[in-house]
C-alpha cells in the first residue's frame, strides 16, 4: 500500500497496463517527454520507451483516429484528451467509428481503446478547460463510460477498462486529482465496470452522485447527519453500463432520492436516473425526485462555485424530499 | 502514359516494376468482373432491395492496378464505392450477397448497409460512409504495423470529398509524422468541374511534398501506370521509408481512356484475345453473383434480438431488458399495428 493521489493512481494503472501488455501504447498531446499537464503520464516514455508512449500532433480527431486504426490491427492504445473540453473534435471518430466499429462489422472488429480524459469545474479553468461532457457520451450506444472519485477507484477502474474489449471513456476528475489521497495497493487489481457502491449507509433519502462532487455529497451527508437526516450515499462509478439494482436498492429503502452531477441539468445523466426510479421503483418513491446540478449555462469563469453543485445544495435538496 | 513524378518519388524507383502476363491478365478480369458488379447493384437497387450503392466504374484501374501490387496480408482502407475490393480479395459469392442485402447471417449480421463491408478474415476495414475519417485510421494501423515489426503495409483509397476534409490533412501528417508503411491513394472521379469545387491547386500529390512525402502522379485509366506507382510506394513503405501519397488522374469521362478498355488493348497487345475474355468472364460471374443473391434472399432476416448483438462483447443490462421488452412486445403485437384492429375474442 502507498498513499497516492489521483494522479499517482492513474500513473501506477498505466505503468502496470505497459508492463503486463507489450500491446498497449499511451500517446497524446504533450504526454511523452512532458509526461501529461497534469503529470499522469510522468516517467512513462523513460521506462517503456518512446515507440510506445509518444506524443502526438494537436488534434484530437488525429489521436482517436490513430487509436481507432490501431485497435483495429489488434493493439490496445489509451490515448489521452487532454481535457475533455477538447474532445470535440474527436466526436466524429468516437461517436460514428469508434463506437460503431463493432456493432457496424458484426463483431469483427472491436476498438477496445480507452480513451482517458480529465473533466469537471472547480479549477478556475473558464469555459474550457471545466467542462463535465458524460451525457453525449452515455447517450452513444457501444460506448462505456467511467468515472472514478478518487485514488483506489481511479487505479482499479483503469485497469479494468483496459482490460475491456470494448471502448471506454474514462473521465478522470480533476478537482481532486491531488486533493484526494488514499492508501492504494501497489499491484495491480481491477474494480468491475458497471458495479455501484453504497459509499454510506442511510436510511431517509438516497444521494447517488459520481466523481468530483461525490466528495461534496459526502460533506452533505456530514451535514444531514448531525440535522437528525440518515442519508445512504450511491457512487455509481460507471454510467455505462449502469448498476440499477444498488441505485434501485436504495431507492426502495429510502424511498426519497436526489441526484447530483456537475454537468447541465437538461438531458444530464440525472435525468436518465430519474426516468430509471419513475419507471421500476415508483410506488417507493415518498417525494418527488430532486437533481442537483450545473445549470444549462455556459460553464462560467468567475461564478464557478456558485454554478457547481455543492454540500449546502445536496443537503437543502436531502431536507427537502424527507421533509415533503 | 501521360505520367509525372516528383524528383524525390524518381529517386525511389528509377525502374518500374513489370506485371507478369498472367497477373495482367488477371487483373484485367477482376476490372471486368467489377462493370458486372456495378451492374448487379444498380439492379437490386432498383428493386429496392438495397440503398443506393456508389458504382465503380472509371475508377477500376484505381482498384484492381493498385492491389495487384499488394499481398493478401496488406491491409486495405477502401472506399464506399470499392466494395469489390472483397470479392476480388475472395470473398465468397454467398457471403457478398448477404452481406449486400443485410442478411441476418451475414458477418456483419446485417447491422450494415450495403456500401459499408466488412471481411476481417481478408484484411478489409469496415467501410465508413464518413468522409476522410479512414485516412487517419490508415495511419494508426500502419503505425500499430511498425510498432509490431510486421512488414505489411496499409492501402487507403480517397476521393476529392474526403481529400477536403481536415482529416485527410490529420491521417497525412500523422502517418508523415511517424512514418508509417501506409499508401494513400488519392482518386479523382474524373468530373473535373466536380473536382474543381472540392479542392484547390493543380495537383493533390503536390502536398506531399508539404508533409515530407512523396507525391506521385499518375494516369488513372492505366491499371500497368497504377501497378508501377503503388508497387514503387509499396517497396518503400516495407523497406521502412515511409508513407507516400499517390495521386491517380482519371481522364474526364467524355476525352477519356475508359480503364478497362486501356487494358483490354495491352492484352490484346500481348497476344491475347481480351474479348472473349471479356465475355466468358462476364457470363460467369453474373451467374454468380445472380445465383448467390437468389440462393440467400430469405434466407434469414435479422432477429428483433440482434439488432442488440455486438453493441458490446457482452450486452450490459440495459440492453438485455430493451430486447427482453422488444421481444415481449412482438409476441404479444405479432402483426403490429393489426393486432389492435382485430382483438382477439
Known sequence: MTDMNIIQAVNSALDIALSENEDVVLFGEDIGRFGGVFRATDGLQAKHGEERVFDTPLSEAGIIGTAIGMALYGMTPVPEIQFSDFIYPAFDQIVNELAKFRYRSGGQYPCPVTVRTPYGGGIRGGHYHSQSPEAYFAHTPGLKVVVPSDPYTAKGLLLASIDDPDPVLFLEPKRVYRASRADVPDEAYRLPLGQAVVDREGDHVTVVAYGAVLHEARRACDLLAENDISAELVDLRSLVPLDEETLLNSVRKTGRLVIVHEAPRTCGFGAELAALVAEKALLHLEAPILRVTGYDTPFPYTLEMQYLPDALKIFEACETVVDF | ?345
Open chain 2, 1 to 345: 502514359m501521360a505520367r509525372a513524378r516528383t524528383k524525390k518519388a524518381a529517386a525511389a524507383s528509377a525502374t518500374p516494376a513489370t506485371l507478369p502476363l498472367s497477373d495482367l491478365k488477371n487483373t484485367y478480369l477482376a476490372m471486368v468482373r467489377s462493370r458486372v458488379l456495378d451492374a448487379c447493384l444498380a439492379d437490386l437497387s432498383r428493386r429496392s432491395l438495397i440503398g443506393l450503392h456508389p458504382p465503380a466504374a472509371g475508377y477500376e484501374a484505381h482498384i484492381y492496378g493498385a492491389l495487384a501490387a499488394l499481398r493478401p496480408s496488406d491491409w486495405l482502407f477502401p472506399d464506399l464505392r470499392m466494395s469489390g475490393v472483397l470479392l476480388a480479395r475472395g470473398l465468397g459469392a454467398r457471403e457478398w450477397a448477404r452481406m449486400v442485402l443485410g442478411s441476418g447471417s451475414s458477418g456483419h449480421l446485417g447491422h450494415a448497409s450495403s456500401a459499408e463491408m466488412t471481411a476481417r478474415s481478408l484484411n478489409v476495414a469496415s467501410v465508413s460512409p464518413l468522409m476522410g475519417s479512414h485516412l487517419i485510421q490508415s495511419s494508426g494501423a500502419a503505425h500499430a504495423m511498425k510498432i509490431k515489426r510486421s512488414d505489411d503495409v496499409v492501402l487507403c483509397w480517397f476521393g476529392p470529398g474526403a481529400g477536403a476534409t481536415g482529416d485527410a490533412h490529420v491521417g497525412l501528417n500523422f502517418a508523415a509524422v511517424y512514418k508509417v508503411p501506409a499508401v494513400f491513394y488519392f482518386c479523382t472521379s474524373g468530373d473535373e468541374t466536380a473536382d474543381a469545387e472540392r479542392l484547390g491547386g493543380e495537383s493533390f500529390a503536390q502536398r506531399a511534398e508539404g508533409y515530407g512525402m512523396p507525391g506521385i502522379r499518375v494516369d488513372g485509366s492505366d491499371a500497368v501506370a497504377v501497378f508501377q506507382a503503388v508497387e514503387a510506394a509499396v517497396s518503400r513503405a516495407r523497406s521502412g521509408g515511409g508513407p507516400t501519397l499517390i495521386e491517380g488522374r482519371t481522364p474526364a469521362r467524355d476525352e477519356g481512356a475508359d480503364p478497362v478498355e486501356v487494358l483490354a488493348a495491352q492484352l490484346d497487345a500481348a497476344g491475347l484475345d481480351s474479348l472473349s475474355l471479356a465475355r466468358d468472364a462476364s457470363t460467369a460471374f453474373e451467374a454468380e453473383l445472380r445465383g448467390a443473391v437468389e440462393a440467400v434472399q430469405g434466407e434469414s432476416a435479422p432477429t428483433s434480438s440482434s439488432l442488440f448483438e455486438q453493441v458490446f462483447a457482452e450486452p450490459s443490462p440495459q440492453l438485455q431488458e430493451q430486447r427482453a421488452a422488444l421481444l415481449a412486445h412482438r409476441n404479444r403485437f405479432p402483426k403490429g399495428l393489426g393486432d389492435l384492429e382485430e382483438p382477439p375474442s
